[in-house]
T-cell receptor
Framework: AQKITQTQPGMFVQEKEAVTLDCTYDTSDPSYGLFWYKQPSSGEMIFLIYQGSYDQQNATEGRYSLNFQKARKSANLVISASQLGDSAMYFCAMREGLIYNQGGKLIFGQGTELSVKP | GAGVSQSPSNKVTEKGKDVELRCDPISGHTALYWYRQSLGQGLEFLIYFQGNSAPDKSGLPSDRFSAERTGGSVSTLTIQRTQQEDSAVYLC?????????????FGDGTRLSIL
């Protein structure tokens, strides 16, 4: 079974509008973390935002925010005021076993390709 | 530089040859990871080093793949007797520690092509 599912292979958004990229996950571990990365066409992976399973509030970093719904096991990325430079592949990833300082590796979804239209 | 450095950036080799890929992590980062990204796919975990602990090799696809990390810094991923299905981008990442919220910082990758 897929641990991380990103159901939108491709998304389009108009410049200056907000966009939501979906991510659902599957784990029986009570302690985990969720990460979002951006991969432009140049190939580098850029860390955007982190949400811990025990965090009380949704994470925010500038124009990025996480819509974390623990009961639904979803951690959707919201990008506000889209810019042309936001066009890239976006990956959701999970690290399990946080409470006992286990884990380490990230499990990645298949990604969503976002295109921002001028 | 301040980031994760990988070399070579591109490698083309013939099927059956051995290849070595190098990763120089961010100074002070105790955790180092190797991932593989095939065309249009997500990242597949290969191996994880944390300090002096035994590495997590659970993602290595076959015994043709091995990796070492010398002196807690530079790492080398070796693929023996390469096959065409080994063609991919190999990404190295490092993080301050290997747990919790510590994000992984990635290098630019090595694009490996097996002829």
């Amino acid at each position: 079974a897929q641990k991380i599912t990103q159901t939108q292979p491709g998304m389009f958004v108009q410049e200056k509008e907000a966009v939501t990229l979906d991510c659902t996950y599957d784990t029986s571990d009570p302690s985990y973390g969720l990460f979002w990365y951006k991969q432009p066409s140049s190939g580098e992976m850029i860390f955007l935002i982190y949400q811990g399973s025990y965090d009380q509030q949704n994470a925010t970093e500038g124009r990025y925010s996480l819509n974390f719904q623990k009961a639904r096991k979803s951690a959707n990325l919201v990008i506000s005021a889209s810019q042309l430079g936001d066009s890239a592949m976006y990956f959701c990833a999970m690290r399990e076993g946080l409470i006992y300082n286990q884990g380490g590796k990230l499990i990645f979804g298949q990604g969503t390709e976002l295109s921002v239209k001028p | 530089g301040a980031g994760v450095s990988q070399s070579p950036s591109n490698k083309v080799t013939e099927k059956g040859k051995d290849v070595e890929l190098r990763c120089d992590p961010i100074s002070g980062h105790t955790a180092l990871y190797w991932y593989r990204q095939s065309l249009g796919q997500g990242l597949e975990f290969l191996i994880y080093f944390q300090g002096n602990s035994a590495p997590d090799k659970s993602g290595l696809p076959s015994d043709r793949f091995s990796a070492e990390r010398t002196g807690g810094s530079v790492s080398t991923l070796t693929i023996q007797r390469t096959q065409q299905e080994d063609s991919a981008v190999y990404l190295c990442a490092s993080s301050l520690v290997g747990q919790g919220s510590s994000p992984q910082h990635f290098g630019d990758g090595t694009r490996l092509s097996i002829l």
